[in-house]
């Protein structure tokens, strides 16, 4: 909590460190009641930053000091000053040694920052700002030192124990109690930092890296879920083997440790050889983790292994870098699950993500730069802004550059940089360095935020056989951000004739064709490009693979886009032509129901998804995106003012008129699935998780008709499937259908056999948050008080306030506001708890521009209450003060 107003940081103040620290030997003696902290820093003046001896300034947040001495002298309370957040001392040499001993409070600690416990077990977080919650530091990325760490516990309750590096020295005391001394050869910043202690058991692995050299590999847990860790460990193999192969990266130390935990703010944490997971994101089994979980696992283990060098070897400069390390790591790990599973399905699932949430976010109050310019909590910028845009960014250069120059600035990057902090413009000087291009333009997607509108437009000259296609870019104002610049906007595309077949690709100027599918790049504000050669007016495909993070829009008929759906080349745009089909009848639905019109559903959308059911040769994880209409967010998200209970409704007639014109190809689709479902035994590989997802979807669309005979072969799912998979989705049908009895029978049952797994009840709790029928609410309210909620385990508070929030709209925006009302008394809660935690949920109330004028009111006035509920976080006090600005 905060005694005044929190403090604007400035990318511009940015100065290098006064002082550096050359090594750090750290001693833990964890006890139930507290713990106590001694930290030996072997300091040094910084060389750079000029000449003197300024005061040393160490950060430091609820420590209690109970020890300090420089240069073997202790120091007085005359010899230093202490506040609530630093500690100022002046230093008589330019190089000196400072040792320190402070008490903590891990076992009070439930904001999951810093030192805490978790499940019995002693774990950290330090990323950003969590050391000074542990000792007193330069807690900042660019001060890099060698960590020395031991820990002393008792040996029953915590016989492993684990930090940095590798082990060098272990012993027991009399009193019960051990010890082991880790050491981390490289040099890291303390957000780097980890230690755990507890009754953990672990599987073994090992891996032969590319110079020959084997590495231990290790992944800790609770004894009780040893069995749920085989996925994640084959996860780490191949990340590992992958990043040989496509970045020519090997790992560096003997051992690679992870640890799950229950209790983690978000997903995994890459904390030098010793990676800490939320038990969400490592553990999976078929039994109680769905398709989408082992994904998840296998995406978070690559993110946070192939952090080893885009984050650990080479970190960021200070925090408004924070991209730097997040979005070429997102930009890998999309890579690498690209590579393991379908290459188009994965672009397809980060594409709709990405215009639903991060497009939002950009045209919210919160908006930012992928590099912002300043921040008050850098907790609240780990964003979707930094991560999945900042992802988009590298692949627009990824793009632009072409694969073998990215490869040869990515080798030069690391090349260049390895063991230093550095910036945004480092990396892109890489790139540009390697490929003799010039990003000067391009690297406005650093600085500018908002999201880009790209509007093209063609005709055709029959005569000269000349086809132009004109771009018009704009970007609309964002906070701070009045005027933008144009920015460089790889197009990715090509032109069909009227047989779908594609045209050779030759500018006006070219001496000849260069392929059927091309990249554009689009500098100016307004553009045109235009091809030779056309014989006939062809159809263009834009924007390939989702070749840039903007707004596109081209003036499609919807026969055109069912051309498209059936003949472009590129998977992702026949997906994609099938989107802006499906928009457009969802908007004209919406539009007759705000007329009070009677619904009529545009045929054509049923006989394009009919093909595509038909289609046994189309891949059936395609045929299951296809099959899935924009989600309710993404239809808001693309109108001006969102009405609610109106894209609700004309989406849910959509979904009733596919279910009952499609019924007899989707049942026939649906039995074949689970028949083979049947007769195989579960694996988690990219034919069965397409088949499983076909199969799923076609469950939710057939249950529309409220028959017995679903009904029927959805309990049967239900009961007899060998995996989460298809039980879950089983059940969520059941929950959102009108059975009322099946379904209170199922969720019981469910519960029962589950009560023990926190996971499984997480998402027992989010199909039933997500559940749109009415009464959704007090559903809701009901199950915060069920046995298995906890409002200090932040999966819990995600898998229902969350999920009740972001994705049960109808429910969430109830025009009462009770929603409203709810989600803010949950903030005020969470920001006594967990400040991170509580500004997150928050999200959806920032949002509140987006809403008719009464709901505005009713969401503003419980921002207006949040604010005046007494001391908040700097957190929540920033995402609430700037949305209401
Ligand atoms: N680097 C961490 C995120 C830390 C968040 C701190 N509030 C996980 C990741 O992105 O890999
Ligand atoms: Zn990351």
Redesign the pocket.
């Known amino acids: 909590m905060r005694s005044e107003l929190p403090k604007t940081i400035h990318l511009k103040d940015y100065r290098v460190p006064d002082y550096l620290i050359d090594e750090t030997h750290l001693t833990f003696e964890l006890f139930e009641d507290h713990s106590l902290v001694h930290a030996q820093l072997v300091l040094r003046r910084n060389p750079q930053a000029g000449p003197g001896l300024p005061p040393l300034v160490l950060d430091g947040q609820q420590l209690e000091l109970l020890s300090l001495a420089m240069d073997d002298v202790p120091l007085g309370e005359a010899d230093y000053l202490l506040t609530d957040s630093h500690l100022t001392l002046q230093p008589k040499r330019g190089e000196f040694v400072i040792d320190s001993s402070v008490r903590i409070h891990p076992e009070r600690n439930t904001a999951l920052?810093g030192l805490y416990k978790s499940s019995g077990m002693f774990c950290t977080?330090c990323?950003?700002e969590?050391f000074r919650r542990i000792t007193f530091y330069l807690d900042r990325p660019d001060v890099m030192s060698k960590f020395t760490t031991t820990l002393s516990a008792d040996k029953q309750a915590y016989p492993i124990l684990l930090s940095n590096g590798n082990p060098i020295a272990s012993g027991e005391e009399e009193d019960g109690r051990h010890w082991a001394t880790w050491q981390d050869p490289f040099k890291k910043p303390a957000?780097l930092f980890a230690l755990v202690a507890g009754d953990l058991w672990c599987i073994e692995d090992s891996f032969r890296t590319m110079s020959g050299r084997d590495v231990a590999l290790r992944i800790y847990v609770e004894p009780e879920n040893i069995g749920k860790l085989q996925h994640g460990m084959d996860s780490l193999k191949h990340s590992m083997r992958w990043d040989e192969e496509v970045y020519g990266r090997e790992y560096d130390l003997d051992i690679f440790m992870i640890v799950a935990v229950n209790d983690f703010?978000?997903?995994?944490?890459?904390n030098k050889g010793l990676n800490i997971f939320n038990s969400s994101c490592v553990l999976a089994h078929p039994d109680t983790a769905t398709d989408a979980a082992h994904q998840r696992v296998e995406a978070?283990v690559a993110?946070?292994y192939f952090?080893n060098w885009s984050?650990n070897r080479v970190t960021c400069r200070d925090w408004f870098q924070l991209s730097l390390?997040?979005g070429f790591?997102?930009f890998r790990d999309a890579e690498f699950s690209a590579d393991m599973n379908s290459r188009t399905v994965k672009r397809i699932e980060d594409v709709a993500f990405l215009r639903t949430q991060q497009f939002a976010e950009d045209a919210g109050p919160m908006a930012h730069p992928v590099r912002p310019d300043s921040y008050m909590e850098?907790?609240n910028f780990?964003t979707l802004t930094i991560?999945e845009k900042g992802a988009e960014v590298l692949r627009m250069i990824h793009t632009l550059l072409g694969a073998e120059k990215f490869r040869q600035g990515s080798d030069l990057y690391f090349e260049r940089h390895d063991g230093q902090a550095v910036t945004c413009d480092d990396f892109v000087k890489a790139m540009e360095d390697a490929s003799g291009q010039d990003l000067t333009q391009f690297k406005r997607w650093y600085t500018q935020s908002g999201t880009p509108r790209l509007a093209v437009q063609d005709s055709y000259d029959a005569h000269a056989k000349t086809y132009t296609l004109t771009f018009r870019q704009s970007c609309p104002a964002t906070p701070g951000q009045e005027h933008k610049q144009p920015f460089v906007i790889p197009v990715a595309l090509g032109l069909l004739d009227t047989h779908g077949h594609e045209l050779p690709l030759r500018l006006c100027g070219e001496t000849e064709a260069c392929g059927t599918s091309r990249v554009l790049a689009v500098t100016e504000a307004e553009q045109s490009f235009t091809f030779v050669d056309v014989p006939t007016h062809p159809l263009p495909s834009l924007l390939r693979g989702f070749s840039a993070p903007v707004k596109l829009s081209f003036p499609y008929g919807r026969d055109q886009l069912l051309f498209l759906m059936q003949h472009d080349s590129d998977g992702f745009n026949r997906w994609e032509a099938g989107q802006q089909l499906a928009v457009q009848v969802l908007q004209e639905l919406v539009g007759q129901q705000q007329r009070s019109e009677r619904l009529h559903l545009d045929r054509r959308l049923i006989e394009a998804l009919r093909s595509v059911l038909a289609d046994s040769a189309l891949d059936p994880a395609m045929v299951a995106e296809m099959l899935s209409l924009p989600a309710e967010a993404y239809l808001a998200e693309l109108s001006e003012v969102a009405d609610i209970d109106a894209i609700h409704i004309a989406r849910e007639f959509a979904r009733r008129e596919i279910s009952r014109e499609l019924f007899d190809l989707l049942w026939s689709r649906y039995q074949a699935c689970r028949e083979a479902s049947r007769s195989t035994a579960y694996a988690a590989d990219a034919a069965q998780i397409a088949r499983r997802s076909l199969q799923n979807i076609a469950l939710s669309y057939l249950m529309l008709a409220q028959s017995e005979e679903v009904l029927d072969a959805c309990e049967e799912q239900f009961e007899h499937a060998d995996n989460m998979t298809e039980r879950l989705a089983a059940l969520a049908v059941l929950v959102n259908s009108p059975f009322d009895a099946e379904k209170a029978g199922a969720l019981a049952k469910f519960a029962e056999h589950f009560r023990n797994d926190a996971l499984v009840m997480d998402q027992w709790f989010s199909v039933q948050a997500g559940c749109p029928l009415p009464g959704g609410l007090e559903r809701v309210q009901e199950l915060m008080r069920h046995p298995a909620f906890n409002l200090k385990n932040p999966n819990k508070v995600r898998a229902l306030i969350g999920a009740f929030a972001n994705q049960n709209h109808v429910n969430f925006h109830r025009a009462d506001g009770a929603g409203y009302r709810f989600l803010a008394d949950q903030v005020i809660a969470l920001n006594a708890l967990n400040p991170?935690i509580a500004s997150r949920q928050l999200t959806p109330l920032t949002r509140w521009r987006k809403y008719d004028p009464t709901r505005q009111a009713l969401m503003r006035g419980e921002l207006e209450r949040i604010l005046a509920s007494g001391e908040l976080s700097s957190d929540v006090f920033e995402v609430v003060s700037k949305s209401l600005a």
Request: hydrophobic share 25%; glycine share 12%; net charge negative.
């Open positions: 920052e977080q990323e950003a969590g957000y703010n978000m997903g995994a944490m890459e978070v993110h946070e952090h984050g390390k997040e790591t997102v850098i907790s780990y991560y991170q």
